[in-house]
């Protein structure tokens, strides 16, 4: 065998030693994976120690670390949809065992429930019992659709938009959520999106509408320039809150803003000369579907707004 | 004017050779394929892309500027004093200030070219993406050309006192020091009687304030930029460098090299 062919064959057999190797690495990566995934904490890879970190690890460039933890909590939420959308596979399968044992998964992910002592503890306790209510009354409702009546809908039970937009994220994931979206806004007080995107995440996804407001209240601050924030807060406080008066009021500290769509005052005067609950709901998630640029939410509006049109 | 021409001549040597260097190669692949994953990121981001893209885009173009003044300015006097080709070239009617000088314009020139070639770079990925060039964002490319200069003039400085890897490493802390000076001063102001508030007072003045280049903030967000936070650290980075390439020649003045 002369020394050319020599050269071939072990350059040949290297390559095929590499691809081998490759198929093995990749082989037992999967197999890590399917180990590793009951173990999966996402809640707790939100959670970033303090502003100051971040601002010493990028060197002072802080809009630089604002916007990494950004795209992080985005990772997260696309992460979050991921195993939503595998949980609603799984439930057209098997609907009424599935829903709670999706409930079930989510907890696990967290680990440990937390313990309140103090009074806010209480507080907090009872948001999370509400929370807790809320999602075995949407589970309910996925049951049965027609039971709804949408003629005499309170605003403070818009389970079916909470059914609707809402993900299954627990207290300690909505937690760190919250504490995520703030130390964002620390590092860059004036990056707008996680402000008002932040408090959809939080409010759509987790219920968590007061630490959604304060958010918002954060980013008024910072930003009074934008029509965005107080436009999410009229949402949170007109959905969540029942209170029209305040919504109309934040719809129209939105419309005076630089750059508002127009339907941001049309919506505040349709709500203010008292328009039936369905249709304003349309009007609101109409407008809501306008300014999501989060493509997986936008989809979940549309076929919410086609719900209540179709009633 | 001949003292000119032979500044002149060790500057164009020295850039001939900085331009050769690997490092400035790697370095700017690396800058456009941190763009071009900037711009991947940016797309996930839901809202405010164009500002993505100019925070990273910006920060990669300082960072990247800075490391190459790093690792191929604190080989820049040493890497010739240990090979000693200097030996021929101060065997030439040179001065060593002359020769000190001529290094920094030559290589600071090549580092500046790679940086304003990474800044079109950026421009195109921002025109691309719909953002659009502000003069605020030229006005944030401009200051943190001074930002790099500093780190040049600091690695050849500490090229001409010691060795590559101490080079490396003083650089490097007073690089990170010169990013955290708005942190001393702001200690300093909430902890006016702190122990060790002399000692951060000295360390604040003597550190590069490297706070003062960074219009980053200014550019992504259209915040206006009056002319005197232009004018102000153009002065204090050419005073700054005049200082350390002066320290510089006087440590190479009474260097050893046989």
């Not at chain 1, 949980?87 to 937390?114: A, C, I, L």
Request: net charge neutral; hydrophobic share 45%; with cysteine.
């Amino acid at each position: 065998m002369s020394s050319k062919q020599k050269k071939i064959i072990s350059t040949i057999s290297a390559i095929a030693g590499l691809i081998v190797g490759l198929i093995l690495l990749v082989g037992i990566q999967g197999k890590m994976q399917a180990l590793q995934a009951p173990h999966l904490n996402l809640g707790e890879l939100l959670w970033v120690p303090d502003w100051k970190i971040p601002h010493v690890l990028a060197l002072a460039d802080d809009n630089t670390a604002a916007d990494l933890l950004w795209i992080r909590s985005i990772f997260y939420v696309g992460e979050y949809h991921d195993h939503g959308s595998e949980h609603d596979h799984q439930e057209d399968q098997n609907e009424h065992e599935h829903h709670h044992m999706d409930y079930t998964y989510s907890r696990d992910k967290v680990g440990e429930p937390e313990h309140h002592h103090n009074h806010e503890g209480h507080h907090e306790d009872h948001d999370n019992h509400h929370i807790q209510k809320l999602y075995k009354h949407e589970i309910e409702i996925k049951e049965t659709p027609d039971s709804i009546d949408f003629k005499n809908i309170d605003f403070r039970n818009l389970s079916l938009i909470r059914n609707t937009l809402a993900g299954h994220l627990t207290d300690n994931e909505a937690k760190h959520m919250y504490h995520l979206f703030n130390v964002i806004t620390e590092l860059d007080t004036m990056f707008v999106t996680p402000y008002y995107q932040g408090a959809m995440y939080l409010t759509l996804m987790g219920g968590r509408y007061k630490e959604a407001n304060l958010l918002l209240d954060k980013g008024m601050k910072h930003r009074p320039d934008r029509w965005e924030m107080p436009f999410y807060r009229g949402f949170i406080r007109l959905f969540y809150m029942n209170d029209k008066n305040g919504a109309v009021s934040d719809l129209r500290i939105a419309s005076m803003k630089k750059g508002a769509p127009g339907f941001v005052s049309q919506l505040a005067t349709s709500i203010q000369v008292g328009m039936g609950q369905v249709e304003m709901a349309i009007e609101f998630l109409k407008s809501l579907y306008e300014v999501t640029e989060d493509q997986e939410m936008k989809a979940k509006i549309k076929k919410l707004i086609k719900m209540y049109s179709s009633k | 004017m001949e003292s000119l021409t032979r500044i002149s001549a060790v500057a164009q040597t020295t850039f001939r050779e900085t331009i050769r260097n690997k490092i400035l190669h790697n370095m700017l692949g690396f800058a456009v394929v941190m763009f071009g994953l900037s711009w991947v990121i940016s797309a996930w981001s839901v809202g405010e892309p164009e500002k993505i893209i100019a925070d990273i885009g910006l920060t990669i173009t300082v960072l990247v500027g800075v490391i190459i003044a790093i690792f191929a300015g604190v080989v820049l006097v040493h890497g010739e004093v240990d090979r000693k080709t200097i030996l021929p070239i101060l065997a030439k009617p040179l001065h060593r200030w002359e020769y000190v000088l001529g290094k920094y314009i030559g290589f600071s020139s090549a580092v500046l070219l790679v940086y304003i070639g990474m800044n079109v770079i950026l421009i195109l990925f921002l025109s691309v993406v719909g953002g659009g060039v502000s003069s605020g964002l030229l006005k944030a490319m401009y200051l943190s050309i001074w930002e790099v200069e500093l780190v040049v003039a600091l690695a050849l400085m500490f090229s001409s006192i010691t060795t590559p890897w101490l080079s490396a490493l003083n650089t490097i802390i007073l690089f990170i020091a010169g990013r955290f000076s708005y942190d001393i001063k702001f200690f300093l102001g909430a902890h006016p009687g702190n122990a060790f508030a002399p000692v951060l007072k000295i360390i604040y003045v003597l550190v590069p304030n490297l706070s003062y280049f960074n219009l980053r903030h200014e550019a992504v967000h259209a915040i206006p930029v009056s002319a005197q936070m232009l004018i102000y650290p153009t002065l204090y980075g050419i005073i700054y460098c005049s200082l350390v390439l002066l320290i510089a020649s006087l440590a190479f003045r009474t260097k050893d090299l046989a």
